[in-house]
């Protein structure tokens, strides 16, 4: 009975053996004894015993200790529920953003694409005789370059993208 006792209760205030061991200043080994029934703690390390294990020594002498492993469970499956339901929140929101995201790239495609095309390369007219002049021009067309490549692949995925996040009836 002590040693099942002492085993469940340490267990259920989340110490090993080792650290038992180490707040009684008594050796590993001499924990697994009282545990496995092989020995009992004198008057004053059973009394240091319940004050380490904050339990009173009644408990520690009662009957097998079988309440605080279920209140335990509860507490451990009502933690894990909240876990849960936090991580159910965040992938919720993480799909929002992601939606959102998709959509402002969409639209952002969209409002570059027109600015190119009333733009209608503006810059092919400019004087490219001064560096800087000549360094804006090549990376505007470089940019235009890219963009006229990638945005036709960008404007089939992100839609299909806002369409599997979008969120869903029910």
């Known amino acids: 009975m002590l040693n099942e006792n002492i085993k469940a209760i340490r267990k259920s205030r989340g110490l090993s053996q080792q650290e038992l061991a180490m707040k009684l200043n008594v050796v ?15 008057s004053d390390l059973l009394i240091s015993l319940s004050e380490a294990l904050e339990t009173p020594v009644s408990t520690l002498l009662g009957e ?5 492993e279920v209140d335990e469970v509860k507490a451990l499956s009502e933690k894990l529920e909240i876990i849960n339901l936090q ?9 929002a953003i992601l939606h959102w995201l998709l ?4 639209t952002g495609i969209v409002i570059i694409a027109a600015i190119l095309f009333v733009g209608n390369s503006f810059y ?9 002049t000549a360094v804006m021009g090549v990376a505007i ?5 890219v963009f006229v490549r990638l945005a036709p692949f960008a404007l089939i995925v992100a839609p299909v993208g806002v369409f599997l996040t979008r969120k869903k009836a029910g």
């Open 28 to 42: 590993r080994q001499t924990i697994s004894k009282w545990e496995q029934g092989l020995s009992v703690p004198d």
């Open 64 to 68: 097998t200790v079988m309440e605080a």
């Open 87 to 95: 991580l159910a929140r965040r992938k919720v929101m993480r799909r």
């Open 103 to 106: 959509i402002t790239l969409c």
């Open 124 to 132: 092919l007219g400019w004087d490219y005789s001064a560096p800087e």
């Open 141 to 145: 067309h470089a940019f235009e370059w």
